[in-house]
């Protein structure tokens, strides 16, 4: 049963921590996306990779937060320092470009409070 | 910048009648439209995918159209039943990659 998965589920944190959130995409998968997820705003998309490469980040603070692809089976996002508007839920997914009409296939999510 | 909106926000039926969520969005140049079900602390299910050349999908109890003229979708679910109870995103996608989501429609289905 190929899934998304992201480690913790769960995280509190106090202000100024550094958070990092990991998600392993489905094997042989080539697109990974991070998103956010608040009331406010709902879902937005905080970074884009193409086989392991960041294509656009543009919707990510750039001062406190970075994402990476260590390798194909992972990718990380940092928030250092953490603030209490950084809580929310954050979601990885993977898809496959090209095939599959390229459907994102999403995690279980990170639920992130910073108090 | 492409904005998709999606009424009613909420909404809540008895079990067997049939569900109509509408989704608008602003910008006609699209790839496709996807359709996907949350459930409460739970990740995204996608549910149907409509191609812009298409103007419907259909699965099981579901069925979606997609009017790109008008920017308009909507998801129809027949004969509603209790495990339908989730919220219901629609998401644009408007290049090779990039989705805009809906802030949702969340369905309460009464037994």
């Keep these: ?115 | 910048k492409q904005e998709v909106t999606q009424i009613p926000a909420a909404l809540s039926v008895p079990e067997g009648e049939n569900l109509v969520l509408n989704c608008s969005f602003t910008d006609s140049a699209i790839y496709n439209l996807q359709w996907f079900r949350q459930d409460p602390g739970k990740g995204l299910t996608s549910l149907l995918l409509i191609q812009s050349s298409q103007r419907e999908q259909t699965s099981g109890r579901l069925n979606a159209s997609l009017d790109k003229s008008s920017g308009r979708s909507t998801l129809y679910i027949a004969a509603s039943q209790p495990g339908d109870s989730a919220t219901y995103l629609c998401a644009v996608r408007s290049n090779d990659y990039k989705l805009s989501f809906g802030a949702g429609t969340t369905v309460t289905v009464r037994a």
């Design chain 1, 1 to 115: 049963d190929a899934r998304v998965t992201q480690t913790p589920r769960h995280k509190v944190t106090e202000m100024g921590q550094e958070v990092t959130m990991r998600c392993q995409p489905i094997l042989g998968h080539n697109t990974v996306f991070w998103y956010r997820q608040t009331m406010m705003q709902g879902l937005e998309l905080l970074a884009y990779f193409r086989n392991r490469a960041p294509l656009d980040d543009s919707g990510m603070p750039k001062d406190r937060f970075s994402a990476e692809m260590p390798d194909a089976t992972l990718a990380t996002l940092k928030i250092q320092p953490s603030e209490p508007r950084d809580s929310a839920v954050y979601f990885c997914a993977s898809g496959l470009e090209g095939v599959a009409k390229n459907i994102q296939y999403f995690g279980a999510g990170t639920r992130l409070s910073v108090l």
